[in-house]
């Protein structure tokens, strides 16, 4: 039963989206599209079609499962998201939108006059796309088995089909109504579970949310686990178990479960006093975190240094979202530079607005429903949580509401990447055209889902702040130099995105490698936006005053272009 | 090479003014576009001051929350109606700081810009004289 109302959300969500993208026939993003929408889009539509393709899997899903799991500093996450867009207003929106490029790409050739420095972005934005596009699919598998309970390799290339199938066939393109829509589902899909929840089961004891230690039940607790765990226990505890624990099976026989760690049967039930300690699931525990209600983040078993890591991940969200090969298009729907602003003000509101939510779900998880510590998914707690916290069939509608908008919010961020990162390809790598647009579509598609495939246990927030990470060291100081600075030149810059970004692509294939776990080389590899970020800025000056001679010669007109007050530029026409 | 051969502008879309922008038909009379170059210079410098001092108005007030706790690690058990301190500044409170600062710099800009526009109005008003 419950399941049949999650297929359904999912599948209308599905057919919406597809539905209304196919109405447009030409293939994504070419000027004319674009050129259209200038002078059809007001500012509030196209506010709402930004934040509908910014707010991707990991804002809806991540987010959640990481203040849930880690703690309250896993929220800076969302606070990184939102003052992305703040420092991206105030630094680049209105003359990037004056210069009228639609690609990082486009406004690199452009202001530096460079078509190496042309090509060596793109094939940076295809890295950044990627690395986008895995939380996605990774959130698609994720929700799929959760809701169908289907495996999740299934999930991903059901994602992977669609979505590369659908923009090759030239659907899905960059249509502002169908991204604004989303975001009004996204919004819906993840205000009112929490509103409802947070009206139903937010009422009583706070004490899981101020202990410094494990979380507690509050009140007698059945658990029953749905496949094999491994469970870390801290404290003896007192269950009655029903099922396999530790290979003996038992039939609703008392125990105390020592310290250490116990394997628990598929299907077992596990009943727990109140006041009991939670068990967590060993996939979950982390090896050694801050205390819950602090505001740090930190990395590996010794967790060290976590204001650093903190600071690290607080600069690549804040100066990140710049450098998003996605979100730049958008800003050419705007009219003028002026509206520009205006526009990403309001993204700025319908963000804020949005990222309260995650945060209620992520404390009311671990307030009202600490179980999901033995049997959740760092990713999969808003999933879960509806039909836990309110049994019957209103949870089951909140939870397939909840589910139509991790949906949504897949489908569309990496519908906008999978355009970008295809567009790219084609247009700057390749010849260009249709043809080769269409097959970029599905090799990209592919490729992201054959990685998706290898990251199922990395958490989409962490994925998508190694996007941040790197676009936060290569793209946002080419871009704040090219449009404040009449000094950059393009050897500048390419020493720059080269050094900055690599190096933090190298920083992040190293933590995936594993191969720091502790001390402060864990911290500089797992947030590396810390050092990177400084030194790209550093690289690009040093390197362009050095080459002052490369300066274009038209700089003072393109720079007249990006600065000049709309209201003069259009007295001229 | 490359520095040498202007890379060519693909799909960069230049509205007609942009265009004769470019190709120095401003408005403005000829004598006037280095008076013009001049205002504009001081106009950036004006926005690139404005917008750092919000960024940096902003980075305090936001990103200073764990140095303070950091230094202060009671501030961590703080409540605020029975809610850690953490939830309620990173969860909710962030936000309406983020957004004042957001409309304070789209309002100062705007004023810049039209400050700078009477400017030009001025020179023009006396190019036209003569």
């Known amino acids: ?573 | 090479m490359d520095g040498e051969q202007p890379a060519p502008i693909r799909s960069v879309a230049w509205g007609p003014a942009q265009t004769s922008l470019l190709n120095g038909q401003v408005g403005v009379s000829q004598p006037d576009r280095d008076y013009l170059q001049i205002l504009v210079r001081s106009l950036i410098r004006a926005q690139l001051g404005l917008s750092l001092v919000c960024l940096a108005f902003a980075l305090a007030v936001t990103a200073s929350f764990p140095i303070l706790c950091a230094v202060l690690p009671s501030v961590i058990g703080v409540k605020v109606l029975g809610l850690p301190l953490t939830l309620v500044t990173l969860g909710v409170g962030v936000f309406p700081v983020i957004l004042l600062i957001g409309a304070f710099y789209v309002r100062q800009a705007a004023r810049l810009e039209r400050q700078f526009t009477q400017l030009v109005d001025r020179a023009d008003g006396a190019a036209g004289d003569d």
Not at chain 1, 20 to 29: F, L, M, N, P
Not at chain 1, 334 to 340: L, P
Not at chain 1, 363 to 373: C, D, H, I, S, T
Request: aromatic fraction near 10%.
């Open chain 1, 1 to 573: 039963m419950t399941e049949w109302v999650g297929i359904a959300a999912i599948t209308v969500v599905m057919f919406l989206t597809i539905g209304v993208g196919a109405r447009g026939v030409r293939i994504a993003r070419t000027p004319a599209d674009f050129m259209v929408a200038a002078r059809a889009v007001s500012s509030p539509v196209n506010a709402a079609a930004i934040s509908g393709e910014y707010l991707s899997a990991a804002s809806f899903l991540g987010i959640a499962g990481l203040v849930f799991v880690q703690g309250l500093g896993s929220l800076w996450y969302s606070v990184g998201y939102a003052a992305g867009y703040l420092v991206l207003l105030l630094l680049v929106a209105a003359p990037l939108r004056r210069f009228g490029a639609y690609t990082i790409p486009d406004f690199a050739g452009g202001r530096l006059q460079s078509a190496r420095l042309r090509q060596g972005s793109t094939v940076l934005v295809l890295i950044i796309g990627w690395f986008y596009l895995l939380p996605q699919m990774d959130g698609a598998g994720l929700t799929l088995q959760v809701v169908l309970g289907i495996p999740y390799w299934i999930g991903v290339v059901l994602l992977g089909v669609v979505v590369s199938g659908n923009i090759a066939m030239g659907g899905m393109k960059g249509i502002t109504f169908v991204q604004a829509f989303q975001y009004w589902l996204k919004i819906c899909a993840i205000g009112i579970p929490a509103l409802a929840l947070l009206a139903y089961a937010g009422h009583g004891s706070t004490a899981n949310l101020t202990s410094s230690g494990a979380p507690t039940f509050g009140h007698p607790t059945a658990v029953t686990v749905p496949q094999a765990v491994k469970l870390v226990v801290k404290r003896p505890t007192d269950v009655v178990a029903t099922g396999v624990v530790d290979g003996h099976a038992d039939a609703g026989r008392h125990l105390v479960l020592e310290p250490g760690t116990h394997s628990i049967g598929r299907g077992s039930v596990l009943k727990f006093r109140a006041g009991a300690t939670v068990p967590v699931r060993i996939l979950l525990v982390q090896p050694s975190s801050p205390a819950w209600n602090s505001p740090f983040v930190s990395v590996g078993p010794d967790g060290a240094h976590p204001l650093a890591a903190t600071y690290g991940l607080i600069i690549a969200t804040f100066f990140g979202a710049i450098g998003l090969p996605h979100i730049l298009v958008r800003f050419y729907t705007n009219r003028d530079g002026t509206s520009a602003r205006r526009t990403t003000l309001i993204v700025l509101l319908l963000l804020s607005f949005f990222y309260i939510f995650p945060a209620i779900l992520g404390v009311l998880g671990r307030l009202r429903a600490p179980q999901l510590y033995l049997t959740g998914n760092t990713d999969g707690i808003v999933l879960a949580l509806p039909a836990l916290l309110m049994p019957g069939p209103v949870g089951a509608a909140l939870a397939a509401l909840v589910a139509a908008g991790a949906c949504a919010a897949f489908l569309s961020t990496s519908s906008g990447l999978l355009v970008s990162v295809a567009g790219a390809f084609s247009h700057d790598l390749l010849r260009g055209g249709v043809r080769s647009f269409r097959w970029c579509a599905l090799g990209a598609g592919a490729v992201a889902m054959l990685a998706a495939l290898l990251v199922e246990n990395f958490s989409a927030s962490l994925l998508v702040g190694w996007a941040f990470a790197i676009a936060a060291s290569s793209f946002c100081p080419l871009l704040v130099l090219g449009i404040w600075w009449r000094g950059l030149t393009w050897r500048g810059a390419m020493a720059g995105v080269l050094i900055g970004g690599g190096g933090c692509c190298a920083a992040i294939a190293a933590t995936m490698l594993g191969l720091a776990r502790t001390g402060w080389a864990a911290v500089l590899l797992g947030y590396p936006a810390m050092w990177t970020v400084p030194l790209a800025f550093a690289v690009m000056i040093l390197g362009s005053l050095a080459s002052r001679r490369d300066r274009p010669a038209d700089v003072d007109q393109i720079m007249l272009r990006m600065h000049l007050p709309d209201t003069l530029l259009k007295r001229t026409r």
